[in-house]
């Protein structure tokens, strides 16, 4: 165990390692984060935060002269990043990066271990391109195999037609077949180093444009009658990963199946309702984890919740928020700039306690 006092580095600087910041220090922990230049907005949850590329190696030993575990609140980390490290100091092995920065490597991961995704075909060239509009057909997706988020690196491909006018962008690329769902949801679960995993209950998600708005429970009988299936392939995912901390998978739910999307191996936007609505948040059961502490329950506390992304100048009407009706839990991370399309904040509604 890792005893509170110490000091945990977080590689990332974003929304999610501020808010893993803020229950590292409720557990009495001091935070020290790392990277490069840009709105880091964890730092004001940090005791120290290191600004620098994620190529520099005595920047990086500096942060890891400092640190007592280190884990990571963006997937992106570069892996020659991660591998300057210290590898004891990991909270959890780098392969869980490896696998989930590239959707080529994911897909065929989650397939190894009895999966569906949608179906896919790599692009490598104009032909490949060609090729895979034919084969897995349209309506579809392209997108770039590694670095997309939120829906950017990502191009539709609505028919036959469209289909024409589709170029190769010049990068590794998937093109996968539209999933006709009812539904999407996550599984979101922790994995102790011992082993254990709990699961928090999935939210039904939207998204608008590839981004999620809004995560919604009770997801609906379609959700909860696949979510047996899409917690075996998540609990897969991490034993076979020895993962340690929070995960979380996304799923379709079809009329045929649970069908997998990606994996994010963090703590995620549609798990931020745990704050107020779960025995224990994401968060602080990520910290536990990874310090080696008693895991949290993960039971949810109230028969309705709602989360939703408060994107672009939207944050500026805090004011008008808090005033709605259903006492509203407003979380703003602290931005410079609102700019359109930006997550900003979220805003938790919590229904009936549950008894
Ligand atoms: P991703 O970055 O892969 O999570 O994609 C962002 C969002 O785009 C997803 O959450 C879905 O709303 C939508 N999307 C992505 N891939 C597909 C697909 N193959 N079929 C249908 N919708 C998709």
């Given at each position: 165990?890792?005893?509170?006092?110490?000091t945990i580095?977080?590689l990332?600087?974003?929304?999610?390692?501020?808010?893993?910041?803020?229950?590292?220090?409720q557990?009495g922990?001091?935070?020290?984060?790392?990277?490069?230049?840009?709105d880091?907005?964890?730092?004001?949850?940090?005791?120290?935060?290191?600004?620098?590329?994620?190529?520099?190696?005595?920047?990086?030993?500096?942060?890891?002269?400092?640190?007592?575990?280190?884990?990571?609140?963006?997937?992106?980390?570069?892996?020659?990043?991660?591998?300057?490290?210290?590898?004891?100091?990991?909270?959890?092995?780098?392969?869980?990066?490896?696998?989930?920065?590239?959707?080529?490597?994911?897909?065929?991961?989650?397939?190894?271990?009895?999966?569906?995704?949608?179906?896919?075909?790599?692009?490598e060239?104009?032909?490949?391109?060609?090729?895979?509009?034919?084969?897995?057909?349209?309506?579809?997706?392209?997108?770039?195999?590694?670095?997309?988020?939120?829906?950017?690196?990502?191009?539709?491909?609505?028919?036959?037609?469209?289909?024409?006018?589709?170029?190769?962008?010049?990068?590794?690329?998937?093109?996968?077949?539209?999933?006709?769902?009812?539904?999407?949801?996550?599984?979101?679960?922790?994995?102790?180093?011992?082993?254990?995993?709990?699961?928090?209950?999935?939210?039904?998600?939207?998204?608008?444009?590839?981004?999620?708005?809004?995560?919604?429970?009770?997801?609906?009988a379609?959700?909860?009658?696949?979510?047996p299936?899409?917690?075996d392939?998540?609990?897969?995912?991490?034993?076979?990963l020895?993962?340690?901390?929070?995960?979380?998978?996304e799923?379709?739910?079809?009329?045929?199946?649970?069908?997998?999307?990606?994996?994010?191996?963090?703590?995620?936007?549609?798990?931020?309702?745990?704050?107020?609505?779960a025995?224990?948040?994401?968060?602080?059961?990520?910290?536990?984890?990874?310090?080696?502490?008693?895991?949290?329950?993960?039971?949810?506390?109230?028969?309705?919740?709602?989360?939703?992304?408060?994107?672009?100048?939207?944050a500026?009407?805090?004011?008008?928020?808090?005033?709605?009706?259903?006492?509203?839990?407003?979380?703003?991370?602290?931005?410079?700039?609102?700019?359109?399309?930006?997550?900003?904040?979220?805003?938790?509604?919590v229904?009936?306690?549950?008894r």
């Amino acid at each position: 165990m890792l005893a509170p006092g110490s000091t945990i580095g977080i590689l990332g600087g974003g929304q999610l390692g501020r808010m893993m910041a803020m229950s590292a220090l409720q557990l009495g922990y001091k935070v020290i984060g790392f990277a490069p230049e840009g709105d880091n907005v964890a730092a004001a949850a940090c005791s120290d935060f290191i600004t620098a590329d994620w190529d520099d190696t005595a920047a990086l030993s500096d942060f890891a002269a400092c640190c007592d575990v280190v884990t990571w609140e963006f997937e992106n980390v570069p892996l020659g990043t991660v591998a300057a490290l210290p590898q004891t100091l990991l909270a959890c092995p780098s392969r869980a990066l490896e696998v989930a920065q590239d959707r080529l490597n994911e897909k065929a991961f989650a397939t190894s271990l009895g999966g569906t995704p949608a179906p896919y075909a790599r692009i490598e060239t104009e032909d490949d391109l060609s090729a895979a509009l034919v084969r897995v057909g349209t309506p579809g997706i392209l997108k770039t195999a590694r670095d997309g988020y939120d829906g950017k690196g990502q191009w539709r491909v609505r028919s036959a037609l469209e289909a024409s006018g589709v170029r190769f962008p010049g990068v590794t690329c998937i093109y996968e077949g539209f999933v006709t769902y009812e539904t999407e949801f996550s599984v979101i679960l922790v994995r102790g180093a011992d082993g254990s995993v709990k699961f928090w209950d999935s939210t039904a998600n939207l998204h608008d444009g590839g981004m999620l708005t809004q995560s919604i429970l009770p997801a609906g009988a379609m959700v909860e009658a696949q979510v047996p299936q899409a917690r075996d392939l998540a609990a897969k995912v991490a034993e076979s990963l020895g993962y340690v901390g929070v995960l979380t998978l996304e799923f379709f739910a079809t009329r045929e199946g649970p069908v997998f999307n990606e994996m994010a191996p963090r703590v995620h936007n549609s798990g931020h309702w745990t704050i107020e609505g779960a025995a224990t948040s994401q968060f602080e059961n990520h910290i536990r984890a990874i310090c080696g502490l008693p895991l949290g329950g993960t039971a949810t506390r109230f028969g309705s919740i709602e989360m939703r992304n408060i994107v672009g100048e939207d944050a500026l009407r805090a004011h008008a928020i808090l005033a709605e009706p259903g006492e509203p839990h407003l979380h703003l991370y602290g931005k410079r700039e609102a700019r359109e399309g930006r997550k900003m904040g979220h805003v938790t509604r919590v229904g009936h306690a549950i008894r």
